[in-house]
T-cell receptor
């Protein structure tokens, strides 16, 4: 079992729709959870982090965490073509390093 | 406020040569992480360093790879006797001691011919 799992996609949504990205993790001791966005050929860019169960909202982005289910999600409201990218879920592991999933490719269709 | 600085952006080496990748963390950050990303794959953790200390090198290949973060100067990831399979993007990230989010540099794209 991979430490952090994501559906590789592509996830295709129409412009203006809600994109829902999901992630599961295996280490119950993980305390910190992150979403990064990576455009093709570019470096990862931090979008959101969440430490507590529940929802955390920042503009069009909402991160959701359920530690009991070991599940993290990212919702993107009013999706725009510029949101098209690979979204990486990351979870802190031993020694506080981040363990990344392989990413979900999101394609927002105009 | 300068971000994480990596150089060179692109590096071409022939098989058997050495590659040296440099990373200067963000101002105020004393923790440095190196990750490798192969085409169409995720980020793989390699090593985590603080000044003059290797904290976690569980992701480093046992041979040919080494990393350091000296008291003065940038962190260096060194790959000796490169092989074609070392071709990848190498990303450095930094963080503050009390803060988990990592901030990434632009990466070094290593090509081994």
């Amino acid at each position: 079992q991979k430490e952090v799992e994501q559906n590789s996609g592509p996830l295709s949504v129409p412009e203006g729709a809600i994109a829902s990205l999901n992630c599961t993790y295996s280490d119950r001791g993980s305390q910190s959870f992150f979403w990064y966005r990576q455009y093709s050929g570019k470096s990862p860019e931090l979008i959101m982090f969440i430490y507590s169960n529940g929802d955390k909202e920042d503009g069009r982005f909402t991160a959701q965490l359920n530690k009991a289910s070991q599940y993290v999600s990212l919702l993107i409201r009013d999706s725009q073509p510029s949101d098209s990218a690979t979204y990486l879920c990351a979870v802190n592991g031993a020694t506080n390093k981040l363990i990344f999933g392989t990413g979900t490719l999101l394609a927002v269709q105009p | 406020n300068a971000g994480v600085m990596q150089n060179p952006r692109h590096l071409v080496r022939r098989r058997g040569q050495e590659a040296r990748l440099r990373c200067s963390p963000m101002k105020g950050h004393s923790h440095v992480y190196w990750y490798r990303q192969l085409p169409e794959e995720g980020l793989k953790f390699m090593v985590y360093l603080q000044k003059e200390n290797i904290i976690d090198e569980s992701g480093m290949p046992k041979e040919r790879f080494s990393a350091e973060f000296p008291k003065e100067g940038p962190s260096i990831l060194r790959i000796q006797q490169v092989v074609r399979g070392d071709s990848a993007a190498y990303f450095c990230a930094s963080s503050r001691p009390e803060d988990s989010p990592l901030h990434f540099g632009n990466g070094t794209r290593l090509t081994v011919t």
